[in-house]
Nanobody
Framework: QVQLVESGGGLVQPGGSLSLSCSASRSTLDDYVIGWFRQAPGKEREGVSCISRDGSGTQYADSVKGRFTTSKDSARSTVYLQMNSLRPEDTAVYFC??????????????????????WGQGIQVTVSS
């Protein structure tokens, strides 16, 4: 069982930056792909990024490519989502999620959300002037 906790959300102006953290309590993230998802009101949950077990593989949705970066600190059992050049359309509740895998270097940002076994509670990100 993996318990995930997101932190770092909030209100930011367009063009600004935020960094989200996803921390695992009482466990390691080394056996899992970690994905970031977001859901805006009235919209489907969208995969934003993912990072592989060993942290070497990352993928991003086209909507955030070049603006968002995900990274992993195994010693702290924490995955980060650095969000730059934020836009109003990035406003959503952001979730991190995990699923176990034997593949060290692979993740797919298109992996459906129902393939993820463990989820954080979500955190609000609002981009507004």
């Amino acid at each position: 069982q993996v318990q995930l906790v997101e932190s770092g959300g909030g209100l930011v102006q367009p063009g600004g930056s935020l960094s989200l953290s996803c921390s695992a309590s009482r466990s390691t993230l080394d056996d899992y792909v970690i994905g970031w998802f977001r859901q805006a009101p009235g919209k489907e949950r969208e995969g934003v990024s993912c990072i592989s077990r060993d942290g070497s593989g990352t993928q991003y949705a086209d909507s955030v490519k070049g603006r968002f970066t995900t990274s992993k600190d195994s010693a702290r059992s924490t995955v980060y989502l650095q969000m730059n050049s934020l836009r109003p359309e990035d406003t959503a509740v952001y979730f991190c999620a995990a699923y176990p895998t034997t593949f060290q270097e692979l993740c797919l940002v298109t992996m459906p959300s129902d393939q993820y076994d463990f989820w954080g509670q979500g955190i609000q990100v609002t981009v507004s002037s």
